[in-house]
Every structure is written in structure tokens, then in C-alpha cells.
């Protein structure tokens, strides 16, 4: 397995288009988690997925964002009518539910980097 | 909401020193732990270690380690034997449902 895979690594876009990310989680991994994360600051939570439903949504993901996961296995993040705070990293990770440790140890991916001129 | 509170935003350490950075958090929940990752240049968050809050001991992992003390609700990460390659940004993060709440981290800088 080579981890978690976040697709593309780096956008530039013009102000109003929409983006779209695509995350690879582990293959055994049932849950899905993408983070926002901007500059000197912590990763922040923006939803996470259970298999293909959609359990938990921040309430920092406005109605321009919707994600998916339509098959349980990829997901894909999308901003519409992007605007300049958007510019960040988000982070994809995953983990399985039912590890015995009690600690389920997020994998993250390297990030998609946005940038909104 | 959790709170989490990495008090350090700089750190400096002689390569093969320890160092010892900070995290304290708030939280009411009765049983909780407190995981520590660490974030290069290259932007992935790498896990490195765990501490539950029930574990009696002070979680250990090669060159890390935690020094607990629950009631303070504090766990310091101790690095070992520093390493150029430590140089990056440190988060804790205790978890709060089924999700991390990550503090604002301590970028720390490993000099010859």
C-alpha cells in the first residue's frame, strides 16, 4: 500500500473557478477525513466519511464546498466560485474504525495546495 | 469545543540535545488521550506518538516520549537526541469524536 494519495499536489486558480481534489485513502482504511489547513495555523476539520456516507460536516465548509465519496473507496473535495480565503492546504487522511489499540492513528496525505489569485 | 494550547512558536535545539515541547489542553471529557504528529516542509502530517489517559505509564517511541501529567492536562513532547531531520512543525492534538482538533503547533528548528 503507499498511503494515502491526494491529487493534485498544487492549484492555481483564478477567483470564481472551481476546483476539484481527489484523495486516495488507504485501501482497508473505512474512514475518510479532509482538513483545511492555512498558513501557521493547525490543520482544521472540515468533514469526515464512513464508508460512502458523509457522517460529520464543519460548519467552516460553506455551501461552496461538497464533498463525496460515492463508492466508499476515493473521495473528491469541490469548491465552486473559489474566492481568495480559500487559498490553503487540504489534507486528506483515513483510519479504520474497530483497531484494538483504542487509538485510531489518522493517515494523512501530503496535502493539495490551493491557491486563489 | 476543545481547546488546545501550544504555547511555543519557535523552538531552537543543538543537534543531539533533548527538547521538550509544550502542550496543554481543556477538555471535560472523562476518558480522552492526546496524539502528537509532526509536519515537514513537504506538508504531510506524520503521526508519532500516543498517549491514552489511562495509560499508567508515560508513552514511549524511539526518541520520543511524553511526560503526562493529567491533571494539568498537559503533554510535553521530549525529543530525544535531536536530529537535523526533526526540523519541522509539531501539533498535538487530543481527539474529540471521531475527528483531531489540532492546536496552532511549535515549529522547531534542529541547528549544528
Known amino acids: 500500500d503507499t498511503g494515502v494519495s491526494q491529487d493534485p499536489r498544487h492549484k492555481i486558480t483564478k477567483r470564481g473557478q472551481n476546483v476539484t481534489f481527489r484523495c486516495d485513502p488507504i485501501?482497508?482504511?473505512?474512514?475518510l477525513y479532509w482538513y483545511r489547513q492555512t498558513l501557521g495555523q493547525g490543520p482544521e476539520f472540515l468533514t469526515y466519511f464512513q464508508n460512502e456516507a458523509q457522517l460529520e460536516k464543519s460548519r467552516l465548509l460553506s455551501d461552496r464546498f461538497s464533498a463525496e465519496r460515492p463508492k466508499g473507496s476515493f473521495s473528491t473535495l469541490e469548491i465552486q466560485r473559489t474566492e481568495q480565503g480559500d487559498s490553503a492546504m487540504y489534507l486528506c487522511?483515513?483510519?479504520?474504525?474497530?483497531?484494538?489499540?483504542?487509538?485510531?492513528?489518522?493517515?494523512f496525505g501530503a496535502g493539495s495546495r490551493l491557491t486563489v489569485l | 469545543a476543545q481547546k488546545i494550547t501550544q504555547t511555543q512558536p519557535g523552538m531552537f535545539v543543538q543537534e543531539k540535545e533533548a527538547v521538550t515541547l509544550d502542550c496543554t489542553y481543556d477538555t471535560s471529557d472523562q476518558s480522552y488521550g492526546l496524539f502528537w504528529y509532526k509536519q515537514p516542509s513537504s506538508g504531510e502530517m506524520i503521526f508519532l506518538i500516543y498517549q491514552g489517559s489511562y495509560d499508567e505509564q508515560n508513552a514511549t517511541e524511539g526518541r520520543y516520549s511524553l511526560n503526562f501529567q493529567k491533571a494539568r492536562k498537559s503533554a510535553n513532547l521530549v525529543i530525544s537526541a535531536s536530529q537535523l531531520g526533526d526540523s519541522a512543525r509539531y501539533f498535538c492534538a487530543p481527539p474529540g469524536g471521531n475527528k483531531l482538533t489540532f492546536g496552532t503547533g511549535t515549529q522547531l528548528k534542529v541547528e549544528l
Open positions: 485501501s482497508e482504511h473505512n474512514r
Open positions: 487522511a483515513s483510519d479504520r474504525t474497530g483497531t484494538s489499540s483504542g487509538a485510531n492513528v489518522l493517515t
